[in-house]
């Protein structure tokens, strides 16, 4: 937060201008992002191409400077009677560990959460799937509120092996939208 408590980030969408700032942060980043996610710093062009109804990718900016604080893909995104997505997400140096992650967040989930007409997602459901020993981001999901709902064994194919995943998850209900 700010010193007058207003929040120092800002989320949109990304765009194709972003390609080359976005490339130089996840090259920047590589070490931290690369033990948990894929690291594909030429990737914003193929991920603008998949963005759809199942796909929906925010952007962190920092607002008083404009670099990027990193990504969130609200992912698998399933409506009718689910209305519910996966959010996967990477913070970028040198915002990681400054709390604009979390706050970008706390963004992300708010517009997800939000109904169509107001220019959200509409959905009711979020899942954060997290492999056990990933402890920065089992305290995101914490801190966002998330409830952790289980343990799912050989979830995701990461780093040439099928890894465990712990499973939190978070309902419309549950949300409390971050105060000013
Ligand atoms: C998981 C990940 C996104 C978490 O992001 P982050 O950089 O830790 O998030 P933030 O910027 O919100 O920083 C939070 C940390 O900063 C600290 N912090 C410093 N100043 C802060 C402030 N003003 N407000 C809040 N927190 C602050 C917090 O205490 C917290 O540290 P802690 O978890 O040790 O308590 C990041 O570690 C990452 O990209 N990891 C690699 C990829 C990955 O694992 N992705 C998720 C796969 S499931």
Known sequence: MNDDGGVRVAIRAPRA?????????VRRSADHIG?????EPDGLTELLERQGQGL????????ASGGLVGKCNVANIVMGRFCNAALGYDSYLPFAGTGRM?????LVVDR???????GGLGLHRLEINVQPDNVRSIALARRLGFRHEGFTPR???LSGAWRDHE???????????PGP
């Open 102 to 106: 979390t706050e970008g967040m706390q």
């Open 155 to 157: 979830m995701l194919f």
């Open 35 to 39: 033990r948990w996610n894929p690291v």
């Open 112 to 118: 997800c959460f939000a109904p169509v007409e107001r």
């Open 17 to 25: 201008a972003d390609a080359a700032p976005y490339a130089e942060a």
């Open 167 to 177: 499973r939190f998850a978070l309902t419309a209900e549950e949300w409390a939208p």
């Open 56 to 63: 929906r990718t925010f952007l962190i900016e920092d607002t």
